[in-house]
């Protein structure tokens, strides 16, 4: 059964509930003996619960675009009251909620089958998943030595896997895109204030942090997006609105961009060849769709902005471990990473604080003054790399952040600026990597960005490519969870 299902992305796999050539049914036993099979290499899928996606079933699903699809949640926000969370910590182990939020009630509308979550680092700090809640790390599909990336680590392994077909992720500083370059998915990061927050939080830090999607198609990311949109009420930030939406923009090519492409970090420092040749071969593809091309080093204070976004993720971080902590000492109940941002946090005043989200705010229109024909390079895309080398590999970053920047130096800019974002899986390395191209647009231009996403996509596709030795695995005998026919 998963063999036939493997190969659809979520908007195949809801044709076929539709034409009745499948079940919803069906297609979470699927899922679920997918988990059994490579879950235990992986780590990627946690907190599972069955039961509650076969009452979701048996009660009626929503006709949503995604009516009968398997579906995970990252274990780190999207609270729902059916689904537990650890968030990545052994503080918050077992977290329950009172209510749905915003997020949450909106991609339940889409009919996805939600069964359980997938594994965050404490706090969503980091480009690895390897929290000790979880017993270890999260494995990348491609090559278990690796990482799947982070923060949204579990959902990238568990897509491509072939668990599910889309996971839910979040980005604060690249949680989506990094694991989708790691796993060779689609991950786009929308314009700031796209997607609901509330009602469990007001924004994510200073705003820099939005939900998204881990999926193996353009198209599906559009449709979930579309179906998501839309602040919820009292939300302090407000995207521009959207002309037509995510779906209908991908339905015909963008015009014809002007692209900056880097091919060194935006502060000039050199990234790994095989990197640097993925982002200079994506330049080349897009010449030959008719899109000028040309050298952009933006000209933003980048170093600033590392600094502030640092400084409001330390204090964000310790705000929520000291509220968990409840009088304890932190030794042997956090992470180390999380130790780290402590000690920081206790260092920054309140003014500083405050500084530091003007400083994110200054960024932000430094970075659009380099999308102003008038006033900066006037581009309307920026080329570059999601990370600078190809995935670490696991427990490179398990004692803290040293190296963290130089690794994945490009995806926090654009959530300091606000601005929509994507990983586009285009390269792969000579060791049999996944290797990310990352572009970005405008503040608001999501729609064109994800046009251009799908001409790519459409001129090199991807969906067929898949990590080899779980598609062997999943070939032999699949193991029987309980009660399984």
């Known amino acids: 059964m998963f063999r036939s299902f493997g190969a659809e992305d979520a908007t195949g796999l809801a044709a076929l509930v539709a034409r009745r050539d499948t079940s919803p049914e069906e297609l979470l036993d699927a899922a679920l003996d997918a988990v059994a099979a490579v879950n235990p290499a992986l780590n990627a899928v946690v907190l599972v619960q069955e039961e509650t996606a076969r009452r979701s079933i048996a009660r009626g699903l929503p006709h949503g675009p995604f009516r009968g699809v398997p579906f995970l949640l990252k274990d780190l926000g999207c609270e729902a009251v059916d689904f537990p969370s650890h968030n990545g910590s052994r503080l918050l182990a077992d977290t329950r909620y009172p209510r749905d939020s915003a997020i949450f009630e909106r991609i339940r509308a889409t009919g996805v089958v939600t069964f359980g979550r997938t594994t965050s680092p404490e706090g969503g700090i980091g480009p690895a998943t390897e929290s000790a809640v979880y017993g270890g790390p999260t494995r990348n599909p491609w090559n278990l030595e690796h990482t799947s990336g982070g923060s949204s680590g579990g959902a990238g392994a568990a897509v491509a896997a072939g668990i599910v077909a889309m996971a839910h992720g979040s980005d604060g500083g690249g949680s989506v895109r990094i694991p989708a370059s790691s ?28 939900d998204g999607f881990l999926t193996r198609s353009v198209r599906d990311t559009a449709h979930m997006l579309d179906a998501c949109a839309g602040a919820d009420p009292g939300a302090p930030y407000w995207a521009p609105p959207l002309l037509r939406g995510h779906a209908d923009a991908i339905g015909r090519p963008p015009r014809r961009l002007r692209v900056g492409i880097c091919d060194t970090t935006f502060t000039g ?7 640097r040749a993925a982002v200079e071969a994506a330049g080349r593809l897009l010449e030959s769709l008719g899109h000028t091309v040309s050298p952009c080093l933006p000209r933003a204070d980048v170093a600033m902005m590392m600094e502030a976004w640092t400084d ?60 102003d024909p008038e006033t900066g390079e006037g581009i309307d895309i920026l080329l570059s790399a999601t990370l600078a080398e190809p995935p670490a590999r696991v427990g490179r970053f398990a004692h803290g952040t040293e190296g963290v920047f130089a690794y994945s130096p490009f995806t926090a800019v654009f959530n300091a600026s606000g601005q929509p974002a994507a990983s586009l899986p285009l390269g792969m390395s000579a060791g049999g990597l996944p290797i990310g191209v990352h572009l970005a647009a405008r503040f608001g231009a999501d729609e064109e960005l994800i046009a251009l996403c799908a001409e790519i996509e459409r001129a090199a596709p991807w969906i067929g490519r898949r990590p080899a030795p779980l598609v062997e695995r999943l070939r032999a005998p699949l193991i029987s969870r309980p009660g399984a026919a």
């Open 312 to 371: 409001i993720v330390a204090c964000g971080t310790a705000l929520g471990i000291r509220k968990a902590l409840k009088g304890r000492a932190p030794e042997g109940l956090v992470e180390p990473v999380s130790l780290g941002a402590m000690r920081r946090a206790a260092e920054i005043p309140g003014e500083r604080y405050l500084e530091a989200v003007g400083q994110i705010h200054a960024f932000g229109r430094q970075m659009a003054a380099v999308f």
């Open 269 to 275: 420092a050199p990234i790994h060849p095989e990197v």
């Open 183 to 210: 796993c060779g998915l689609f991950g786009m990061k929308p314009t700031r204030a796209r997607l609901p927050d509330g009602p469990y939080a007001g924004e994510g830090w200073a705003g820099m942090a939005i």
